[in-house]
């Protein structure tokens, strides 16, 4: 069994691969296809979204304009320095600084949760304004001038898509910070080396890409139309 | 064969069966072969599940104004029917059993490339398969299977949630039984094993799990605005607030149809192997079918409009898909061809599996043939929404996807189980399915040439006759497929060993022993050779 014996001397190597850079390639080609499988799910989504956008843009822009542009750029800017600490936990992974690595992720996970506390204020704000279709639905005064232009009704999808895609969006971040809170708690039992950091990349390659998807959601979403 | 005398017959040599017997070196197992067996046991129960709803159908059915059920009731059979056989017995049947059990070994490799997320699958597709039954008995849905909205939002009171959530949830079983194949043939191929050296049922699979990966996430997110719908009424599918009930169809469709060839690529896969080792022959032009196999997962993407050529779907739209549906034609075509001519000349022997992958091509060839009178506009608005279009996708799912599997789970019993079946009652079978199965289904292409309407409880008297053919035709079928389940499961414990390699056939899971120990080969082989090199293999053994 010496086979079994070279096993055992690799930490966190699977029985079914031959060697460590076997393992760590099929674990980065696993995960860019799970991304492939996510960008065809948010895809059957976006696709929906442009139908109707494009057959109702008077709405959809109105719809826009009831957004807080500025609490959305701060979030796109939150959401963009979680990658950078994101990215730079994984070089630190990469040098075997574990200082280093437990501090980038926990820095990932406070601008995650600044992210998402930014976003539940910001669907406070929907029924505050009762723009939540189905649920809350009943705009006045300025908000009801605002999307009254392109029809209510057609207003009502533009929310829809808002809270589906946002909400599936953050459904993804907060997965991703229970992932994080993983990598922390394997970090301090120093489970990674130079070696052997797969498990840190790969949740890396799926914060980037919930972020991706956000730099996607925040111009189709926030910045229709003119509105300065 | 003559070295079989000479084997030692080790009963009690170690195995991935009598490795251990404890229920949770069941459940818990990460052991690719044995989460296979778990899902040939979970496929085959709903198969029992889906087969009683259509034996009630069919039981219905034999008098004009229906013998037994209530309309209503009907409307859930004919749902549930479909909904059982498609998503839980269909799509895991080829992939999740056999492949699971086979990849690994096709490839030379210890296990696939994540055996957690393999279990894992189980479990989500278990869990879903709960969903759905739960929906059955707590009052059903009437939908159909394809959930066409507003039938399924404003319309519905049904239990479509909850069937909703059990498709939704089994569609993540199906990207991740996908994306681990995938990366298992990239990845974990023993040297030597280069692309085109690969047994054509990985590329078959290859191509089925590129479907699975890219097809199913829209099929989920369908599934979940769907609930939406149904749950809020929020207005994306219902015209009342300008949402399209077209878009649910489009969105549908673009992972049903590819849907298709997740059902029946697996099988062809299955079919080339059988075909090549019956004929002791190599495949007839290897490589067009390797790439068949792909083209047909890249067109099958492409052809999704041809369910909608009598809904509101622009004329312009409709000419592309129907061209496009003619052109998948041609690989679907080029399979045929080539195990034809694989026969020819070649030295054939008629085992049990090669009587089913025989039956196999001229099903799939009827089924096919007659795809291409849905696929042309004009015809289309004649058969659309007949028995016509029961009777072709059943020639392809029954007659195509359920031959081949049990073709398969015949050629590699000896391999799963370690057992031998009875080979006359085998052949028996497979003759007694392939005589009901056209039995069953042919007087229903009749019957929707001339125009009876699928989906109802009732139909006018004139059509009793074929009526009654079909559901007589049901009752052999169901006999055909009784019988290997009984003899499948005594030679687990009273079949005659098998050896490794009963059947004389190449390929690296035959080179280990039957059945194969848990970590499946001693030592990680070495390919030398391509494919199929069953004349190279007879001149050496001469």
Same mark, same amino acid.
């Given at each position: 069994?010496?086979?079994?014996?070279?096993?055992?001397?690799?930490?966190?190597?699977?029985?079914?691969?031959?060697?460590?850079?076997?393992?760590?390639?099929?674990?980065?080609?696993?995960?860019?296809?799970?991304?492939?499988?996510?960008?065809?799910?948010?895809?059957?989504?976006?696709?929906?979204?442009?139908?109707?956008?494009?057959?109702?843009?008077?709405?959809?822009?109105?719809?826009?304009?009831?957004?807080?542009?500025?609490?959305?750029?701060?979030?796109?800017?939150?959401?963009?320095?979680?990658?950078?600490?994101?990215?730079?936990?994984?070089?630190?992974?990469?040098?075997?600084?574990?200082?280093?690595?437990?501090?980038?992720?926990?820095?990932?996970?406070?601008?995650?949760?600044?992210?998402?506390?930014?976003?539940?204020?910001?669907?406070?704000?929907?029924?505050?304004?009762?723009?939540?279709?189905?649920?809350?639905?009943?705009?006045?005064?300025?908000?009801?001038?605002?999307?009254?232009?392109?029809?209510?009704?057609?207003?009502?999808?533009?929310?829809?898509?808002?809270?589906?895609?946002?909400?599936?969006?953050?459904?993804?971040?907060?997965?991703?910070?229970?992932?994080?809170?993983?990598?922390?708690?394997?970090?301090?039992?120093?489970?990674?080396?130079?070696?052997?950091?797969?498990?840190?990349?790969?949740?890396?390659?799926?914060?980037?890409?919930?972020?991706?998807?956000?730099?996607?959601?925040?111009?189709?979403?926030?910045?229709?139309?003119?509105?300065? | 064969?003559?070295?079989?005398?000479?084997?030692?017959?080790?009963?009690?040599?170690?195995?991935?069966?009598?490795?251990?017997?404890?229920?949770?070196?069941?459940?818990?197992?990460?052991?690719?072969?044995?989460?296979?067996?778990?899902?040939?046991?979970?496929?085959?129960?709903?198969?029992?599940?889906?087969?009683?709803?259509?034996?009630?159908?069919?039981?219905?059915?034999?008098?004009?104004?229906?013998?037994?059920?209530?309309?209503?009731?009907?409307?859930?059979?004919?749902?549930?029917?479909?909904?059982?056989?498609? #998503?839980?017995?269909?799509?895991?049947?080829?992939?999740?059993?056999?492949?699971?059990?086979?990849?690994?070994?096709?490839?030379?490799?210890?296990?696939?490339?994540?055996?957690?997320?393999?279990?894992?699958?189980?479990? !989500?597709?278990?869990?879903?398969?709960?969903?759905?039954?739960?929906?059955?008995?707590?009052?059903?849905?009437?939908?159909?299977?394809?959930?066409?909205?507003?039938?399924?939002?404003?319309?519905?009171?049904?239990?479509?949630?909850?069937?909703?959530?059990?498709?939704?949830?089994?569609?993540?079983?199906?990207?991740?039984?996908?994306?681990?194949?995938?990366?298992?043939?990239?990845?974990?191929?023993?040297?030597?094993?280069?692309? #085109?050296?690969?047994?054509?049922?990985?590329?078959?699979?290859?191509?089925?799990?590129?479907?699975?990966?890219?097809?199913?996430?829209?099929?989920?997110?369908?599934? #979940?605005?769907?609930?939406?719908?149904?749950?809020?009424?929020?207005?994306?599918?219902?015209?009342?607030?300008?949402?399209?009930?077209?878009?649910?169809?489009?969105?549908?469709?673009?992972?049903?149809?590819?849907?298709?060839?997740?059902? !029946?690529?697996?099988?062809?896969?299955?079919?080339?192997?059988?075909?090549?080792?019956?004929?002791?022959?190599?495949?007839?032009?290897?490589?067009?079918?390797?790439?068949?196999?792909?083209?047909?997962?890249?067109?099958?993407?492409?052809?999704?409009?041809?369910?909608?050529?009598?809904?509101?779907?622009?004329?312009?739209?409709?000419?592309?898909?129907?061209?496009?549906?003619?052109?998948?034609? !041609?690989?679907?075509?080029?399979?045929?061809?080539?195990?034809?001519?694989?026969?020819?000349?070649?030295?054939?022997?008629?085992?049990?599996?090669?009587?089913?992958?025989?039956?196999?091509?001229?099903?799939?060839?009827?089924?096919?043939?007659?795809?291409?009178?849905?696929?042309?506009?004009?015809?289309?608005?004649?058969?659309?929404?007949?028995?016509?279009?029961?009777?072709?996708?059943?020639?392809?799912?029954?007659?195509?996807?359920?031959?081949?599997?049990?073709?398969?789970?015949?050629?590699?019993?000896?391999?799963?189980?370690?057992?031998?079946?009875?080979?006359?009652?085998?052949?028996?079978?497979?003759?007694?399915?392939?005589?009901?199965?056209?039995?069953?289904?042919?007087?229903?292409?009749?019957?929707?040439?001339?125009?009876?309407?699928?989906?109802?409880?009732?139909?006018?008297?004139?059509?009793?006759?074929?009526?009654?053919?079909?559901?007589?035709?049901?009752?052999?079928?169901?006999?055909?497929?009784?019988?290997?389940?009984?003899?499948?499961?005594?030679?687990?414990?009273?079949?005659?060993?098998?050896?490794?390699?009963?059947?004389?056939?190449?390929?690296?899971?035959?080179?280990?022993?039957?059945?194969?120990?848990?970590?499946?080969?001693?030592?990680?082989?070495?390919?030398?050779?391509?494919?199929?090199?069953?004349?190279?293999?007879?001149?050496?053994?001469?």
């Amino acid at each position: 069994m010496t086979d079994a014996e070279a096993h055992a001397e690799q930490a966190g190597m699977a029985h079914q691969f031959e060697n460590l850079e076997q393992q760590q390639e099929a674990d980065t080609l696993g995960i860019w296809l799970f991304l492939v499988t996510e960008i065809m799910f948010f895809g059957g989504l976006f696709a929906s979204y442009a139908i109707y956008r494009w057959l109702y843009f008077a709405a959809f822009e109105g719809g826009s304009h009831i957004l807080d542009i500025r609490l959305g750029a701060a979030n796109t800017i939150v959401l963009l320095g979680s990658s950078l600490t994101m990215a730079l936990s994984v070089r630190s992974a990469q040098t075997g600084n574990r200082r280093a690595l437990i501090l980038f992720l926990i820095a990932t996970m406070i601008l995650g949760g600044i992210f998402l506390g930014v976003k539940a204020y910001e669907y406070n704000e929907k029924f505050v304004e009762h723009v939540v279709p189905s649920l809350d639905w009943a705009p006045e005064g300025q908000t009801l001038a605002r999307l009254a232009p392109g029809g209510l009704d057609h207003a009502q999808l533009y929310f829809f898509f808002y809270f589906a895609m946002t909400g599936l969006h953050a459904m993804h971040m907060i997965i991703g910070m229970g992932l994080l809170l993983w990598l922390v708690l394997r970090a301090r039992k120093s489970s990674f080396t130079p070696h052997y950091f797969a498990p840190v990349e790969v949740v890396g390659l799926y914060w980037h890409f919930v972020d991706i998807v956000w730099i996607f959601l925040f111009p189709l979403l926030y910045l229709i139309g003119g509105r300065y | 064969m003559s070295t079989a005398t000479l084997e030692p017959r080790v009963h009690a040599q170690r195995n991935y069966l009598n490795a251990d017997y404890g229920w949770k070196s069941w459940l818990f197992t990460l052991d690719h072969k044995r989460i296979a067996l778990l899902y040939m046991v979970s496929v085959t129960f709903f198969f029992i599940v889906g087969g009683s709803f259509a034996v009630l159908m069919r039981i219905h059915l034999i008098e004009p104004q229906g013998a037994l059920v209530q309309p209503e009731t009907y409307n859930k059979l004919f749902t549930l029917h479909g909904v059982v056989m498609i #998503f839980f017995f269909l799509i895991p049947s080829i992939p999740a059993v056999l492949g699971n059990f086979l990849v690994p070994l096709m490839v030379g490799a210890r296990d696939l490339a994540f055996p957690r997320l393999n279990l894992l699958s189980w479990y !989500i597709y278990i869990v879903g398969g709960l969903f759905t039954l739960y929906s059955a008995i707590a009052g059903g849905v009437d939908t159909g299977w394809t959930f066409y909205t507003p039938y399924s939002s404003t319309y519905s009171n049904t239990q479509v949630t909850a069937v909703a959530i059990g498709v939704f949830i089994t569609g993540f079983s199906s990207i991740l039984t996908g994306l681990n194949f995938i990366v298992t043939i990239h990845k974990m191929r023993a040297p030597g094993l280069t692309w #085109f050296r690969m047994p054509l049922f990985l590329w078959a699979m290859y191509a089925t799990s590129i479907i699975m990966v890219l097809g199913t996430p829209v099929l989920a997110i369908t599934i #979940f605005l769907l609930a939406l719908e149904h749950l809020f009424h929020v207005g994306i599918f219902s015209p009342a607030l300008g949402g399209d009930p077209l878009l649910f169809q489009h969105l549908f469709w673009f992972y049903s149809h590819p849907a298709v060839y997740i059902m !029946i690529l697996p099988a062809m896969g299955v079919v080339s192997e059988i075909i090549a080792c019956f004929s002791r022959k190599r495949i007839f032009g290897y490589k067009i079918v390797c790439f068949s196999s792909v083209a047909i997962a890249v067109l099958g993407f492409l052809v999704w409009g041809h369910h909608m050529f009598v809904t509101g779907q622009s004329v312009y739209a409709g000419l592309i898909f129907s061209m496009l549906s003619f052109l998948v034609a !041609i690989p679907s075509a080029i399979k045929v061809f080539n195990w034809t001519s694989t026969l020819y000349k070649g030295s054939i022997s008629y085992e049990a599996p090669m009587l089913y992958a025989l039956g196999f091509i001229g099903l799939f060839t009827m089924g096919g043939l007659t795809g291409l009178f849905l696929a042309s506009l004009a015809t289309d608005v004649h058969l659309n929404g007949t028995y016509f279009i029961v009777a072709h996708f059943h020639y392809i799912m029954v007659g195509g996807a359920v031959m081949g599997y049990l073709g398969g789970i015949h050629f590699w019993w000896p391999k799963i189980s370690g057992r031998k079946y009875p080979n006359g009652w085998a052949a028996l079978a497979a003759g007694i399915i392939f005589i009901g199965f056209n039995l069953t289904f042919f007087p229903q292409f009749i019957l929707g040439y001339l125009g009876m309407p699928r989906r109802y409880a009732f139909y006018p008297a004139e059509f009793q006759v074929l009526n009654v053919m079909s559901s007589a035709g049901a009752t052999v079928l169901g006999v055909g497929y009784l019988i290997p389940l009984v003899y499948l499961m005594w030679s687990m414990r009273y079949g005659p060993i098998a050896e490794a390699n009963p059947w004389g056939a190449t390929g690296l899971e035959w080179k280990t022993a039957s059945p194969p120990p848990t970590e499946n080969f001693a030592e990680i082989p070495v390919v030398t050779e391509e494919a199929y090199a069953y004349s190279a293999e007879e001149a050496a053994g001469d």
